[in-house]
Each structure stands twice: as C-alpha cells, then as structure tokens.
C-alpha cells in the first residue's frame, strides 16, 4: 500500500494551508472557470445565481463538512469510508468512483483545449478580436480528431505525473503555489471585462435575477453545478480529508473552501459575461464561451498577450488542481482496496481515463451525430449523468448516511475534535444533513425526472 509513508502510517498533509489549498486548488478548475460562466448564461444569468446561492447555503456548506468529516474519521477512500459506516453503504463511494472516472474523462478533454489555447497564444495565432474568427477557430479546434485528442493525452499526462508524487509532494506544493496566481489573475481580468464599454449590460445579465427564467431545468443544473464546482458528492472531500491530521479545524475549512470557490466563480462570471455583451456576443454560447470572449478581451488590452499566456497557464493549473483530485478519488480506493502498488493504479487508471475521453472529444467532430441520451451525444451524455445525476444522488445518500445511519453527534463529535473546538451552528447543520439536504435534494430530483 502506498498511501502511506515510511514509517507506514497514512500519508497527511504538510500544514493546515496545505490542506485547504489543496481543497480549494480541487473545488477551484474548470467548473468555475468555464463552466459557471457559461451554465449562467445559459441559464438567464442572475437567476441562475440566485438558485445557485441558496444551494450553496442549504446544501453546499453543510455537505462539504459532512464529507470532510467522514473522511478524517474513517481514514479512509470513498468507498472504505462508507463501508466503515455499514457494509452495504459501500456502493454509495462506487458511485463516487464512477463519478470521478467519468468527469475526469471530459474534464481532461476541456483541459486539452487550455493546452491548445496556451499554444495558440504562444505563436501568435490568438491576436485576433473578430468575434467570427475567434468563433471559427475554437469550433476547429475542437470539432478536430488528432488534435485535440492530442492535447487530452497531454492534460491526463500531467495529471498523472502530479498524482505519482504523492500527497505533500505533488498535490500540495503545486496547489500553494498556484492558487494565489489565480486569484490575483482572475480579479485583474474581472476589471478589465467590466471597465470595457458597454460592460453594465453583462454585469446586470449576472446579478439582477429575473425571475420568469427560474425553471426545474435551471434549479438542476444549478444543484448540479453547486456539486461540481465545490467537488462534492462523489468522495473527493471524503479522501482528502481522509489525509487529514486529528487535529485540524473542520468547521472553519468547510466554510472557507466554498467560499472560495464561490468567489472565483463569481470572478469568472464577472470576467466574461460583461465582455460577452461588450463584444455582442451570445452569453448562451456554451461551453465556447471562453475560449472566445477571453482572447477578444485581451485583444483590446495593453500588453494583452502577456496577459494571456499568464491567464491559460493559471487556468491550466487550476484545473491540473482539480483534475488530480479527480484522479485521486480514483487511485485511493484502488490502493486502499485492491492492495495495488500506487504507481501502478495511477498510470492504468489514467490510461483508461484517457480512453473513455476519446469518444467526448470525438462528439464535437466526427461523432457529432451519435446521441446517447436525447439530444445529448458522449460529452454532453457523461457530464449529464456525473453533474446531474451521480452527484447529487451521492449528496443525497451521504446525507442519509451521516445524518441517520453514522449519526449528527458522532459527526458533530468529530468535527468539533471531541469538544475541543468551538463549532456554533452544530445544531443547525445537523439539521441541514438530516432533513433540508434530502429533501430538497429529492425534490429537485423527482421533480426533473417526472419532466
Ligand atoms: N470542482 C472541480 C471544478 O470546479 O472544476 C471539478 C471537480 C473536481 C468535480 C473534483 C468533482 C471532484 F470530485
């Protein structure tokens, strides 16, 4: 078993900032970055937010203790964590496995057309502020078969050369670096978007909330991107709380990551939507939206190029953070489990992950016509399933698994460090984990399948 070091007790992060930058390097990537932006426009922009913020409230808090917490007592992967609660709540962490495998193959994808752009920035070729060429060339770019099959390949590569290195090693040190670039990176950009003329548009499109665009299409996406964003409900916080020293502070990480999150999605939001309406473009675009407002904005900007090139490496590492965390869910419970050399699960599980991201990136190009569900072909069909469906279903059972079968007061006894910490809304959250999170999570749920 490789989890553990030398001396043969479970690996552990190196500091307390470690661990909530490594958390937060896993809930801050592509979700915020790319995906946020474009799920609000999509989704009449301040509604979006506004169902987006009450998840976050009612649910998002209080599951990114519940998992944390489970992970720390149990010390163990996503699946060993729950069968440690009951046998039969293993398949809950297989879910979550799943889950990972499935996002990490589109999400690799995604990753490999940062790569693409950090290249295209690199030659030149991005100079452009034509909304219609930059409109082309990204759907080139992606509807392509080698090329970005390539990139794929070179994002899982990394991904699995930061996982071989282990905990403190790799996760950690490469999250404390780059997380405070990104943060500094995003807010310039956020200014700059909402200084362009015609900005104010975009700015009211993201925060006033009309509210006839509230839907149940829009509450499930958002309780799904409430999900994906913070990387929950599929046992990522479970296995890097699993590396958690007994005396961390739990209750003060569970709010300070999603905080940050939060904000950085924000940031990103107010980064593109205001450019989006500056330039004219659409802000339903869709997964483009990016990758052509981003370079239209740097265009028009004072050593723009510069900027970019620092822009797509920051956001690369931002999602490199994510992807390993990913990647982790993955080989923890293969190490812990099977008795499998770590270097070993690492690269296999890669390996097939790369595999199964094929068919995504084929599914802009060439498998354009193949439809898994509805109107949905592989990209859309696995990001459906794992953000919509797996996830929340793996929010909802771990709250029936912390809430009623391990128990609040265990958890809250955890949490608190068997009294020594202070945690004030105890009460309250575990309110929020046995009756608010399953209910609204159930709610959301039925009523999307009955249409
Ligand atoms: N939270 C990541 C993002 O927003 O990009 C994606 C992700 C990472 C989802 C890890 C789930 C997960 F377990």
Redesign the pocket.
Known sequence: MANLNNSGEREQWGSKIGFILAAAG???????????PYMAGKNGGGAFVLVYFIILFLVGFTLMLAEIVLGRYTQLNAIGAYRKIGKKWAFVGAL?VL??FL?LSF?SVVGGWVIAYLVKTLTGALNVTDAEVLGNMFGKLISGTTEPIFYHALFMVATFLIVLGGIGGGIEKSSKILMPGLFVMIIVLAIRSMTLPGAVEGIKYLLVPDFSKINIDVVLDALGQV???????????ITYGSYLSKDSNIPESAVTIPLI?TGVALLAGLAVLPAVFAFGFEPSAGPGLIFITFPAVFAQMPFGTLFEIMFFILVLF??LS??I??LE?CVAYVVDEWKMNRKVATVSLAFVIFLLGIPASLSFGPWAHITLLPGKGFFDTFDFISSNIL?PLGGLLLCIVVGWIWGTDNAIKEATNEGQLEFKFAPFWAFLVKYVGPVAIGIVFIRSLLG
């Open positions: 896993s809930a801050v990537g592509l979700g915020n970055l790319w995906k946020f979550g889950a990972g996002i999400y999900f994906f964003s913070l990387s929950l409900g599929m046992g990522c916080m999150d931002a999602a994510s992807s965390s990913l869910v996830l």
